[in-house]
């Protein structure tokens, strides 16, 4: 069975500029969930979002922000962004709320 | 204010000296407590779920319990392969859920 997916593995960008990150989860799974991993720092939860809708974000900016397809897949939007959004940011999904979330292997974002 | 914190945030041990770490949370509603293991540059593996005060699960030399303020993960005759990052995670929230992760403890396991 595949695993959750992440492109792309490595993303350089600008200040200022946008970037765009996408996410396909485990097959069956309806929830999908953001995390931002900032260097030697925890995970600190982004957006969930669960049969297409955005059920809850963490403490983050408007500028952050996603969606979820009707194939379950998501991408999440970093707009203007700033030097201290560079980070590994990591996707996961499950079966239903609640349950425990499986990881993909992440995309690192570097704002230069 | 929610909060997960680990202990300790390193820990080094012999091959085969058993040890526990801990997870003590404060958050309201607690839905369920996840561990983790995370290598260096990939994204956490799924452990465990514990649900309420009480339960254990175990799976090779690992065992975590769970209590109303705290969990434990045992590991019980390390390896070196066992060298990771063990995060802790709460999913709590009386309507929708918000998801908190420790900072993490980095264990080495020397041979």
């Known amino acids: 069975e595949a695993g959750v997916t992440q492109s792309p593995t490595h993303l350089i960008k600008t200040r200022g500029q946008q970037a765009t990150l996408r996410c396909s989860p485990i097959?069956?799974?309806?929830?999908v969930y953001w995390y931002q991993q900032a260097l030697g720092l925890g995970l600190q939860f982004l957006l969930w979002?669960?049969?297409?809708?955005?059920?809850n974000r963490g403490n983050f900016p408007p500028r952050f922000s996603g969606r979820q397809f009707p194939n379950y897949s998501s991408e999440l939007n970093v707009n203007a962004l700033e030097l201290e959004d560079s980070a590994l940011y990591l996707c996961?999904?499950?079966?239903?709320?609640?349950?425990?979330?499986?990881f993909g292997p992440g995309t690192r974002l570097t704002v230069t | 204010e929610d909060q997960v914190t680990q202990s300790p945030e390193a820990l080094r041990l012999q091959e085969g000296e058993s040890s526990s770490l801990n997870c003590s949370y404060t958050?309201?509603?607690?839905?369920?407590l996840f561990w983790y293991r995370q290598d260096p540059g990939k994204g956490p593996e799924f452990l465990f779920t514990?649900?309420?005060a009480g339960e254990e699960k175990e799976k090779e030399r690992l065992k975590a319990t769970l209590t109303k303020k705290e969990s434990f993960l045992h590991i019980t005759a390390p390896k070196p392969e066992d060298s990771a990052t063990y995060l802790c995670?709460?999913?709590?929230?009386?309507?929708?859920?918000?998801?908190?992760f420790g900072s993490g403890t980095k264990l080495n396991v020397k041979p």
């Open positions: 996961a999904s499950s079966f239903l709320m609640g349950t425990e979330q499986y």
């Open positions: 097959s069956g799974h309806t929830s």
């Open positions: 979002y669960d049969e297409g809708e955005e059920r």
């Open positions: 958050v309201s509603g607690l839905r369920g």
């Open positions: 514990l649900y309420s």
């Open positions: 995670a709460v999913q709590a929230g009386k309507v929708f859920n918000k998801f908190y």
